[in-house]
């Protein structure tokens, strides 16, 4: 009997999620529902079919910035606290239905601010719905607070942040289109997270490369890098297979820095033009501490397992892979090291043991 994870079985293996947009992964008929309740009149179509099939190819264009275009219709429906808390709620279901066990989603609240909502009452009805769609369901979920990058609001969004730490946020991002919109333009929001001793993941890497790269780890603070794909850049694999790392590539690898990666947004973005030709396979190889992620699920119309099922077809990986990667981003995780291991040691390893069990034909009982 064949050990190659398929779909189905991907489904049931304990997954962890580390870079996935609350706007990028609306359910295209909750969106027709919040845009009819609350009067947003300017979605393309109300049909959730086609909407969804919309967002699909508006996204696929190749290009960060056109990519993001797409996400003015699912922040113009989250402008007010119930339809922000229905979306975080939703979010936490479809996530756990796809057996993700533990996720953190990002969100910027300065987004869901039109109708006059504050930042800490954005924050809060996204935390309320994360409580509301993970109660009773096998997951436990945090928000990062994501700041806009080409803002200039960042450290109040920071202290936002800080203010709601023990009510489940767990980190601070900034996010948008990297060119021209350096990190280093942010340092006093990231040394206000810094000094109270909080989480830093950065976009970087992403569409722009190693300079946004290294001023993220060396200059703002970055313990993740969002995406991180353009580490690339600074490596050699010469004709003959060998490879050579420079000085920063080097770096973030002797230190573990977690990649936050997204092969079918990256497709999608123009990073590469199929998953099979995704850096995520050297990188593997290399061991650097990959994580796999969604990014934006409706967008990119993905789940975490399929993300999976679509690195089994293109790489042949195997459920030592998959559990490889999974325990990446569990460690990677800005829970505490003790939750960490206890969700590593009682669900991950044992959940991946029986699903290679099963592969094998083999039975754990007894």
Same mark, same amino acid.
């Given at each position: ?9 991907? #489904? ?5 999620? !580390? ?19 609350? %009067? ?13 099939? =919309? ?32 979306? @975080?709620? *939703? ?24 109708? %006059?909502?504050?930042?800490? *009452? ?9 409580? #509301? ?16 990058? &080409? ?15 023990? @009510? ?17 333009? &942010? ?16 976009? @970087?890497?992403?569409?722009? %490369?190693?300079?946004?790269?290294? *001023?993220?780890?060396? !200059? ?9 794909? #353009? ?12 490879? &050579? ?7 973030? #690898? ?53 993300? !999976? ?9 195997? =459920?030592?892979? !998959?559990? =490889? ?9 800005? =829970? ?31």
């Amino acid at each position: 009997m064949s050990d190659r994870p398929t779909l189905e079985a991907i #489904r049931r293996a304990p997954k962890v999620l !580390l870079h996935d947009h609350l706007d990028g992964g609306l359910r295209p008929a909750t969106v027709v529902e919040l845009a009819a309740e609350h %009067g947003y009149a300017a979605l393309p179509t109300t049909d959730p079919g086609e909407l969804g099939a =919309w967002f699909r190819a508006g996204a696929n264009r190749r290009h960060l910035d056109l990519y993001l275009e797409t996400f003015s219709h699912t922040t113009g429906v989250m402008q007010h606290r119930d339809a922000i808390e229905r979306v @975080a709620a *939703e979010c936490a279901e479809d996530l756990a239905a796809d057996g993700v066990v533990y996720a953190e989603v990002r969100m910027a609240p300065e987004l869901c601010l039109e109708a %006059g909502l504050t930042l800490d *009452e954005a924050i809060e009805a996204m935390l309320a719905g994360f409580r #509301r769609g993970s109660d009773g369901r096998d997951i436990v979920i945090g928000l990062i607070v994501t700041a806009m990058r &080409h803002a200039a609001n960042s450290k109040e969004v920071a202290e936002a942040a800080l203010r709601h730490r023990d @009510a489940g946020v767990v980190g601070f991002d900034i996010a948008g289109s990297e060119a021209g919109h350096p990190p280093t333009r &942010h340092l006093d929001a990231f040394r206000a997270v810094a000094e109270d001793n909080f989480h830093i993941t950065i976009h @970087a890497g992403e569409a722009f %490369g190693l300079p946004s790269i290294w *001023e993220a780890v060396q !200059l703002c603070g970055a313990e993740r890098l969002g995406h991180g794909v #353009r580490i690339v850049d600074d490596i050699t694999v010469g004709d003959s297979g060998s490879v &050579h790392l420079g000085r920063l590539a080097s770096f973030v #690898r002797d230190r573990r820095v977690p990649l936050e990666m997204c092969p079918t947004s990256n497709v999608h973005t123009g990073i590469c033009d199929t998953i099979a030709e995704h850096p995520i396979g050297l990188l593997k190889r290399l061991r650097f501490r990959v994580t796999v992620n969604t990014d934006n699920r409706l967008m990119s119309d993905v789940t975490l397992s399929g993300e !999976l099922a679509h690195l089994v077809d293109a790489f042949g990986y195997g =459920w030592d892979d !998959l559990e =490889w990667l999974t325990l990446n981003a569990m460690k990677s995780a800005f =829970w505490s090291f003790d939750q960490r291991l206890r969700l590593i040691n009682q669900r991950i390893k044992p959940g991946f043991a029986a699903l290679k069990a099963s592969a094998l034909g083999v039975s754990l009982a007894g």
